[in-house]
């Protein structure tokens, strides 16, 4: 998976935009103003989404390109490396879950907000 097609991908969501808060080199992805995705721009190394913590823990065990997340909360948050191998069906299906997560922890108002895009 390339920059263009993470981009891509997390843009098919609904309520999903992108911004750069923290910095020009940083690109964030929020559904309903939650980050769920998080990755370089100028160098797309890997990407930090959001993880069920039992699940991540899982994950890091099973693939060495799937690390606690870098300057995130370790417990809910993996790094993950799209250097090629992992497939991009794995990917876009931890990108789906981080994004999943983030919807469920939304307030009732924004679950309804998001419903509405739909």
């Known amino acids: ?15 999903v935009t992108e911004g750069l808060p923290f910095g020009d080199d940083t690109l964030v992805y929020k559904v309903m103003g939650k980050i769920f995705a998080i990755t ?6 890997f990407i930090n989404l959001k993880c069920d913590p039992d699940r991540a823990v899982i994950l890091r ?23 090629g191998m992992l497939d991009d069906e794995m990917i876009q299906e931890l990108i789906t879950h981080s994004y999943e997560l983030i919807v469920e922890s939304l307030t009732k108002k924004k679950k309804e907000e998001l419903k509405a895009l739909k």
């Open 1 to 15: 998976m390339n920059i263009e097609e993470f981009r891509d991908y997390c843009l098919s969501f609904p309520g």
């Open 40 to 45: 370089g721009v100028d160098d797309f190394e």
């Open 61 to 83: 065990e099973q693939h060495e390109e799937i690390k606690p997340g870098w300057h995130m909360n370790k417990a809910h948050w993996n790094s993950v490396y799209p250097d």
